[in-house]
């Protein structure tokens, strides 16, 4: 269900690239792949709400979720039992299933119906997903194009041991949450002619938390190896450039069993997001996904409608690194012509010595995050 997501950051890179295959330096003046129907969803084996996206493509230079509405969108399975999808909001058609209709071993498919036009996904089977194994991470160093300046962080790592009747293709998603502080409690504050003591203002802009999903795509297959099993499998790094590690760090991770086509298409989408990156890479191609026109199959879309088993797992990371570096811009100072007049400001006291900061540095919700604890976050 998660991998909808990464599907539509993808989309918005395959918008307006035509189809080729030298090497050779390229022109980034795209053109414009015009209105191409973009169809994305994953149905798992878990229960809850399922969804599926409806758009249109839009410009490569000036991306955007241009969405399409009044769509009748159904998951079908072999025995003809369909479920209708609702649109909850515009280009979104979402359905909560029942654990009893998602079956191990039935099939399922997609169909959509828009102005008169069919579009269908072929029967795809629901295979259980491999148990995620050992999940773990190592602080290690990563080289930059400065040869001067070399990242810190942790690099995370999974083992996948695939059991007999499990899928032998897998793909993961991760989703991150941290917890974050403000440099400074709210303690002083000066409103312009007075300052007022601790408990004036309230001081609840101190603790925040802030969620990200990981854009990466991580594929693997078990198929053609002696023994079904990949250990040290490199997911997520995460790098003290940021926040993220300062306090508390939580990483949710979900793998899914994929049929073989399903494996192709994200291994095609993760190798094109990464030979993309300099101007004399292979040109990339249109990756069509597996949605196609009933009465017209030369008709181009884009997007994968998945079927696969899935299993997920959240871990923290509660140490105490000493590899950040120092946050100069939360360093307190005097103005030279003392606390400005009419100008509200949060003060910190140094020495007897009140003194001011930015206010990123009081107010941790102007870094993105929330002040509102996730009800999941463990103590």
């Known amino acids: 269900m998660q991998l909808n997501k990464y599907s539509r950051i993808v989309t918005c890179i395959l918008l307006a690239w035509v189809v080729g295959g030298c090497v050779e330096p390229y022109d980034m003046n795209v053109k414009d792949a015009g209105t191409t129907l973009v169809i994305d969803g994953m149905l798992t084996d878990r229960e809850g709400n399922h969804r599926i996206t409806i758009s249109?493509?839009?410009?490569?230079?000036?991306?955007?979720?241009?969405?399409?509405?009044?769509?009748?969108?159904?998951?079908?399975?072999?025995?003809?039992?369909?479920?209708?999808?609702?649109?909850?909001?515009?280009?979104?058609?979402?359905?909560?299933?029942?654990?009893?209709?998602?079956?191990?071993?039935?099939?399922?498919m997609l169909r959509v119906e828009y102005d008169g036009t069919s579009?269908?996904?072929?029967?795809?089977?629901?295979?259980?997903?491999?148990?995620?194994?050992?999940?773990?991470?190592?602080?290690?160093?990563?080289?930059?194009?400065?040869?001067?300046?070399?990242?810190?962080?942790?690099?995370?790592?999974?083992?996948?041991?695939v059991p007999e009747g499990t899928a032998q293709n897998y793909s993961w998603t991760l989703e991150e949450t941290w917890e974050y502080h403000s440099t400074y409690p709210i303690l002083y504050y000066w409103d312009g002619y007075v300052i007022h003591p601790p408990g004036f203002v309230p001081s609840d802009l101190y603790y925040c938390w802030d969620?990200?999903?990981?854009?990466?795509?991580?594929?693997?297959?078990?198929?053609?190896?002696?023994?079904?099993?990949?250990?040290?499998?490199?997911?997520?790094?995460?790098?003290?450039?940021?926040?993220?590690?300062?306090?508390?760090?939580?990483?949710?991770?979900?793998?899914?069993?994929?049929?073989?086509?399903?494996?192709?298409?994200?291994?095609q989408i993760k190798e094109m997001s990464q030979e993309t990156g300099g101007l004399y890479e292979t040109q990339p191609s249109q990756i069509r996904g597996n949605m196609v026109n009933t009465e017209d199959e030369s008709d181009l879309m884009l997007g994968y409608f998945g079927v696969c088993g899935v299993d997920e797992r959240r871990i923290y990371?509660?140490?105490?690194?000493?590899?950040?570096?120092?946050?100069?811009?939360?360093?307190?100072?005097?103005?030279?012509?003392g606390l400005p007049k009419g100008f509200p400001k949060y003060l910190?006291?140094?020495?007897?010595?009140?003194?001011?900061?930015?206010?990123?540095?009081?107010?941790?919700?102007?870094?993105?995050?929330?002040?509102?604890?996730?009800?999941?976050?463990?103590?």
């Open 56 to 108: 249109r493509s839009t410009s490569y230079n000036e991306p955007y979720f241009n969405p399409l509405s009044g769509c009748l969108v159904e998951v079908i399975d072999r025995d003809g039992s369909a479920l209708v999808f609702g649109e909850g909001e515009p280009g979104v058609y979402e359905r909560y299933i029942d654990q009893s209709y998602l079956v191990h071993g039935n099939e399922y």
């Open 119 to 161: 579009y269908e996904s072929d029967f795809q089977e629901l295979v259980p997903a491999a148990p995620i194994g050992r999940v773990y991470w190592q602080v290690e160093e990563r080289e930059t194009t400065d040869p001067e300046f070399t990242l810190q962080g942790i690099q995370f790592y999974t083992d996948l041991e």
């Open 211 to 267: 969620s990200r999903v990981i854009p990466e795509i991580y594929t693997v297959s078990t198929r053609v190896l002696s023994e079904p099993t990949v250990s040290g499998m490199k997911l997520h790094y995460v790098d003290n450039q940021s926040d993220r590690l300062k306090i508390r760090y939580s990483l949710l991770i979900r793998q899914y069993g994929l049929n073989e086509e399903a494996y192709l298409y994200w291994t």
């Open 317 to 337: 990371v509660d140490e105490g690194f000493s590899f950040f570096p120092q946050n100069l811009n939360c360093t307190p100072y005097l103005p030279p012509w």
């Open 348 to 379: 910190v006291e140094v020495n007897m010595v009140f003194m001011m900061a930015n206010i990123e540095c009081f107010d941790c919700t102007k870094h993105g995050g929330r002040t509102k604890k996730p009800e999941w976050w463990e103590p």
